[in-house]
């Protein structure tokens, strides 16, 4: 069965990744979307080179260059049946992008995410700040909302009429978990896939510095909080 897939990934700063990123997604997608966010190498030029459509995003923050993705989408006539987020760093297999909406195209399911499960993880893949912050959030997540979620994956896919009535809002690092919590108060359908997870190319600018790190776990348990006492 044909369906209309487009990729969307943020991409600050990851011209010697992101050409890698985009060879190994699969055909099945009719679009790749990178959007450069504030990067101050190659990345466009490099993203363009191989093929995708690259939108630029002057202001910092992984949400924010998601929403950016987004808005291109609405703009457009032919609209995806599927969104897919992933990110540009080589972190994930990309190839992997049909296990990911698998779920969606055989059981009508409405979400997905990558779960980066410590079988199919690449020794030093995920810093202790991520396991950590995995760990506490998808706990909180059980406790409050009797969530099944395992995990924040950045790689994920949605049905593209469910992403819109999530009405996304977080603009920085909060965005992965802001789209999951969304997902359980709105009761849409959703499950995990174990996706292998190797050491990204160059340094993550949330998990390889104390700041990043800080103000990551920060959003996510704003959120997680914010959602647990509202109705």
């Given amino acids: 069965m044909n369906k209309n897939i487009k990729v969307i990934i943020p991409a600050y700063n990851e011209e010697a990744s992101i050409g890698k990123v985009i060879a190994e997604i699969p055909d099945i997608v009719s679009e790749i979307i990178v959007v450069n966010n504030n990067s101050t190498d190659s990345t466009a030029v490099v993203a363009e080179k191989a093929g995708a459509t690259v939108l630029f995003q002057p202001k910092a923050g992984y949400g924010i260059a998601c929403l950016k993705g987004m808005e291109y989408i609405s703009d457009k006539d032919n609209k995806p049946e599927i969104v897919v987020f992933l990110d540009g760093d080589y972190s994930d297999y990309p190839s992997e992008l049909t296990k990911i909406v698998a779920p969606i195209l055989e059981d009508n399911i409405d979400f997905v995410v990558g779960a980066r499960v410590k079988e199919l993880r690449e020794v030093g893949a995920m810093t202790f700040p991520q396991r950590f912050g995995n760990v506490l959030a998808t706990k909180l ?9 395992t995990d924040l994956g950045p790689f994920r896919a949605i049905k593209y009429e469910k ?45 390889g510095t104390v700041k990043g790190a800080i103000f990551a776990g920060v959003k996510i348990l704003s959120w997680i909080f914010k959602y647990s006492f509202k109705k």
């Fill in 141 to 149: 997540m059980t406790l409050f909302f009797n969530s099944k979620f």
């Fill in 163 to 207: 992403l819109l009535a999530l009405n996304m809002q977080d603009k920085t690092y909060g965005w992965t978990v802001e789209m999951q919590l969304k997902v359980l108060k709105k009761n849409f359908t959703y499950t995990e896939v174990p996706v292998n997870y190797k050491n990204r190319i160059g340094v993550s600018k949330v998990s």
